[in-house]
């Protein structure tokens, strides 16, 4: 089974970030991208060692990594999902969109902004066992569950963890970067 990381490695600003963890504080550069991963655009924000602000107007949507499939995209708020450490993005997904069944080497904690957004536990996709979170719903599952989601309508969920953040698919054959 392939593993995809998530790298959005970015310098830090001594000055600014004097004491904090590596990759803890995002700041306003693009990170560069790695590991066959679009590069993601951390948002403009109000910052300083002990506060992060974000507002939604200030979003940078890039093209997710290519371990999801086409069409998605994300905005990093805190973090680095590659590193280790705590991490908070967005992902924007379309009308129709679809990730097969995948699990991921740490707690994966999801909240829908907008839109809605379907979850099945499994390890297969079934379209009878998904459950379809409104806007304010909250999922949260364990390293390893294996789990599927889906979009009828399309919708941002914000998604945080502690990185380094992976995802795998149960089957080889889903994975989009084997396509």
């Known amino acids: ?4 990381h998530f790298f959005f490695p970015f310098p830090i600003a001594a000055m600014l970030f004097a004491g904090l963890l590596a990759g803890c504080a995002p700041q306003n550069i693009p990170p560069k991208a790695m590991e066959q991963s679009s590069s993601a655009v951390i948002a403009e924000q109000e910052m300083s060692p002990d506060h992060i602000i974000v507002k939604p107007a200030d979003l940078q949507w890039v093209d997710a ?19 280790p450490g705590p991490f908070t993005m967005r992902i924007m997904v379309p009308t129709s969109y679809r990730v097969p069944p995948h699990y991921h080497p740490a707690d994966e904690h999801v ?3 907008s839109g809605s957004f379907s979850l ?6 079934d379209e009878k066992a998904l459950t379809e979170l409104p806007v304010g719903g909250f999922a949260m599952m364990r390293t390893g569950t ?6 009828n309508n399309g919708g941002v969920i914000q998604l945080h ?19």
């Open 1 to 4: 089974m392939r593993t995809a």
């Open 65 to 83: 990594p290519p371990s999801l499939p086409a069409g998605a995209k994300l905005a990093v708020l805190e973090g680095d999902p590659g590193k």
């Open 111 to 113: 909240t829908v902004v």
């Open 120 to 125: 099945g536990m499994g390890e297969s996709f």
């Open 146 to 151: 294996r789990h599927f989601a889906w979009s």
């Open 161 to 179: 963890g502690i990185g380094p953040w992976g995802l795998t698919y149960v089957n080889p054959q889903d994975d989009p970067r084997n396509k």
